[in-house]
Nanobody, 124 residues
Framework: QVQLVESGGGLVQAGGSLRLSCAAS????????MAWFRQAPGKEREFVAA????????YYADSVKGRFTISRDNAKNTVDLQMNSLKPEDTADYYC?????????????????WGQGTQVTVSS
């Protein structure tokens, strides 16, 4: 089992920045990729970004490319999401997720472990 704990959410004005962090513990050697998803009220959970645990390849949703950066620290078992130029439409609960081999895609149903979520609110 893998446990994931997010931190770093909050309230920010449009154009501002936030950094989310996800700490993994437990059987982290079984992780293949880690990702961030988000879910706004009344909407489905959507993919934001992912990073392969080994090798560090990254993937982004078109809506966040150029604004968000995902990074991982294997030694600390953490994955961060740096969010710049935030927009009101980025407002959502953000979730950290981890997959087992060999998935690193955009479907939330293919991720095996989830954090409890952290709220991000961007005011206009």
């Amino acid at each position: 089992q893998v446990q994931l704990v997010e931190s770093g959410g909050g309230l920010v004005q449009a154009g501002g920045s936030l950094r989310l962090s996800c700490a993994a513990s437990g059987r982290t050697v079984s992780m293949y990729a880690m990702a961030w998803f988000r879910q706004a009220p009344g909407k489905e959970r959507e993919f934001v970004a992912a990073v392969r645990w080994s090798g560090g390849s990254t993937y982004y949703a078109d809506s966040v490319k150029g604004r968000f950066t995902i990074s991982r620290d294997n030694a600390k078992n953490t994955v961060d999401l740096q969010m710049n130029s935030l927009k009101p439409e980025d407002t959502a609960d953000y979730y950290c997720a981890a997959s087992r081999p060999f998935y690193s895609g955009t479907s939330p149903s293919r991720y095996d472990y989830w954090g409890q979520g952290t709220q991000v609110t961007v005011s206009s």
